[in-house]
RNA sequence: AACCCGGUGGUGUAAUCGGUAACACAGCAGAUUUUGGUUCUGCUUUUCCAGGUUCGAGUCCUGGCCGGGUUACCA
């Protein structure tokens, strides 16, 4: 978007840089994407995975994807296979680089062994409560557990036996020997192991016992002999522990370095509260297009490449940050505004007669594609006696800055003709049912040969020839630019969300050209946005989804009153 | 409270390591326009505070203040 985005390199490429320049890992840049799965992707997760897939790109080296899936209880193939589908979609591919911490395990289960060995490692059965109390608070040190000077044999063989299914959940667990008095409160003898007779979505009921987080990432990175091992700043406290794990055991010690995560207004990005939203029907799956994964925006009509480049424009510090949402919609917008064909439709029809018109006849006008690209070629629509337009193109009564169809008023008809206003007709209750008017033959094309010029052009959908749709019309998921503002304590995020997120128009009329659209294709609908033809659609039947609205200076004009 | 991290216009970032604070978006005004779109031009607005070092500080030092993260047998 601009020059300095070539040029500038963001912290953590600083590093990158640095490391080549030093030969610390020998020239060698190798990055990760580990996400656990338990939820889908979404566009915070897009930051990462261009981060780290970028990065290996942009200097030589590779991005593994690996599968954190240290928790059976939370974890399904499910969310593997979407996983992956996502990635790709988003245009990044890990060649045959495709891991599971669970593929670890027995890796990771002999170096306990040998953390216990060294004396680093002990089992603790302590019940949680006991364990967590005895952690003491930042201001009280934690007491050592009683299990703390078990000798290495007892450790050894009850660890074995927690191994071999001897144990209930909960019974024992393994933990690291560092220092229960230690300021950092991650550091006082953490948990390695806990038991878990679970069922696990790769390795079955091979394993009873599962490693945390912290003892299972930091090695999973030196086993894949990663160098850069890029995450989100809620781990930076975490990094201590990675860092003494990967000394403990003396193995391949990657750089772990974090970066603020993406925070955007009027959504939210927690995988826990998606989850809630999808299986509490506030939306309609994990597709819906109000929500901000991966596959909500894919359906919503966002392309992979401006969701890309939105990435890029971000940028990457150490501090949160939250991105204005409308940022993201100028990324699709600039996209579509380029690759979009152009095509006629009508969201709320009122009928207009060209009194002067032929009853019976009809023609094939000419229009452009697209105006940003001349390859894009054009199209031919017909026009008629009588025409839909948008209801808000006309005003009986308008104010000043209108400056669209009113009575006594010539606007143009995009593509077609000049037409005058002669005229309303309305029902009982005062609404405007037909709009009269006449046209300028002269003016075909949409231009007059005296040189006369007219305020608006208008779009329009001849009446006989229209094909009729459904259109969801979306809008911000929640109300408020931050979800969590509440007014009153009672309530809670689900309160903020927005009850016009979804607006479904019936019977949009569309011209003819758009009754056969595939499923996924994109159309600036023009003066209205871009719309995208949805699964849902059916022969004859197409349904439209609104990716963005176009920017509307007129819309902002009424809004200041 | 403790530990970790961070504070640059309304927002997001930059300033190549101490040398004139800039870019984009938003906002405002105007031009162009067969989309009130696009494009183009101009304008408004910035280094958390207080000391110190220095010819010179957004950058270094000290002390505050403010914000975030963490204090799970989640990741």
Redesign the pocket.
């Known amino acids: 978007?601009?020059?300095?985005?070539e040029t500038?390199?963001?912290?953590v490429r600083?590093i990158v840089e640095?490391d080549l320049r030093t030969g610390k890992w020998d020239g060698r840049v190798q990055t990760r994407f580990?996400?656990?799965p338990?939820g889908y992707l979404h566009i915070g997760h897009a930051k990462s995975i261009c981060l780290n897939f970028g990065i290996a790109k942009q200097y030589g080296g590779q991005c593994n994807l690996r599968f954190?899936?240290?928790?059976p209880?939370?974890e399904d193939t499910e969310y593997v296979e979407s996983i992956m589908e996502d990635v790709r979609w988003l245009g990044f591919d890990w060649d045959d680089r495709l891991y599971y911490?669970s593929d670890y395990f027995e890796q990771l289960y002999q170096w306990a062994e040998q953390l216990i060995q060294q004396g680093l490692a002990y089992v603790c059965s302590?019940?949680?409560?006991d364990?967590?109390t005895g952690?003491?608070?930042?201001?009280i040190p934690g007491v050592p557990s009683p299990y703390r000077q078990r000798s290495v044999k007892e450790n050894l063989d009850l660890f074995r036996r927690m191994r071999g299914g001897e144990f209930p959940?909960?019974?024992?667990?393994l933990r690291a020997r560092i220092d229960m008095a230690h300021?950092?409160?991650?550091l006082?003898d953490?948990?390695m192991?806990?038991?878990?007779h679970a069922e696990h979505h790769r390795t079955g009921s091979k394993w009873c016992i599962?490693?945390?987080?912290?003892?299972?990432?930091g090695q999973s990175d030196s086993i894949e002999r990663i160098t850069h091992s890029i995450c989100?700043?809620?781990?930076?406290?975490?990094?201590?522990l990675y860092d003494w794990y990967c000394q403990a055991l003396g193995i391949h010690h990657p750089q772990q370095i974090?970066f603020?995560r993406l925070?955007l207004?009027y959504t939210m990005m927690s995988k826990?509260r998606l989850l809630e939203l999808v299986k509490g029907g506030y939306v309609t799956g994990w597709d819906d297009p109000r929500i901000p994964t991966l596959r909500g925006l894919r359906r919503r009509g966002y392309t992979p490449e401006a969701i890309r480049a939105f990435c890029a424009?971000?940028?990457?510090?150490?501090?949160?940050?939250?991105?204005?949402m409308?940022?993201l919609e100028?990324h699709i917008?600039?996209d579509l505004?380029r690759r979009a064909e152009?095509r006629m439709a009508v969201l709320d029809p009122v009928k207009v007669v060209i009194t002067n018109y032929p009853e019976g006849q009809s023609e094939q006008l000419p229009a452009?594609n697209?105006?940003?690209d001349a390859s894009a070629g054009s199209r031919m629509v017909p026009f008629s006696r009588e025409l839909w337009i948008e209801r808000e193109?006309f005003m009986e009564d308008?104010p000043k800055?209108?400056?669209?169809l009113s009575p006594g008023r010539e606007v143009?008809?995009?593509?077609?003709y000049f037409v005058m206003c002669t005229g309303v007709v309305k029902d009982a209750d005062g609404r405007v049912t037909e709009i009269h008017c006449t046209y300028d033959p002269a003016?075909?094309?949409?231009?007059a040969p005296d040189g006369r010029?007219?305020?608006?052009?208008?779009?329009w959908v001849s009446v006989p020839h229209a094909v009729t749709a459904e259109v969801r019309l979306y809008d911000h998921l929640f109300r408020c630019e931050d979800p969590d503002e509440v007014s009153d304590p009672s309530l809670d995020w689900k309160s903020n969300l927005n009850p016009a997120s979804l607006t479904l128009v019936q019977q949009a009329r569309l011209e003819p050209a758009l009754g056969t659209a595939t499923v996924g294709s994109r159309f600036?609908?023009?003066?209205?946005g871009y719309f995208c033809v949805d699964a849902d659609s059916k022969p004859g039947q197409p349904v439209f989804n609104r990716t963005v609205t176009?920017?509307?200076?007129?819309?902002?004009?009424q809004s200041?009153g």
Do not use: C, S
Not at 210 to 217: C, E, L, M, V
């Open positions: 978007m601009n020059d300095a985005a500038h390199r963001d912290f600083q640095d580990p996400p656990e338990n954190d899936d240290t928790n209880e939370k911490a302590l019940p949680l409560e364990i967590r952690r003491g608070t930042p201001a959940d909960g019974a024992h667990v300021a950092h409160m991650l006082r953490p948990i192991y806990r038991i878990r599962y490693p945390t987080y912290d003892y299972a990432h989100t700043l809620e781990f930076e406290n975490h990094r201590p974090e603020n925070n207004t826990r424009y971000v940028g990457v510090t150490k501090h949160n940050a939250t991105m204005d409308g940022v100028n917008r600039e505004n152009r452009v697209n105006p940003e193109d308008p800055k209108f400056f669209r143009r008809l995009r593509w077609a003016t075909k094309g949409g231009d010029k007219v305020k608006a052009t208008l779009h600036q609908f023009e003066r209205l176009l920017k509307d200076t007129w819309a902002k004009e200041k």
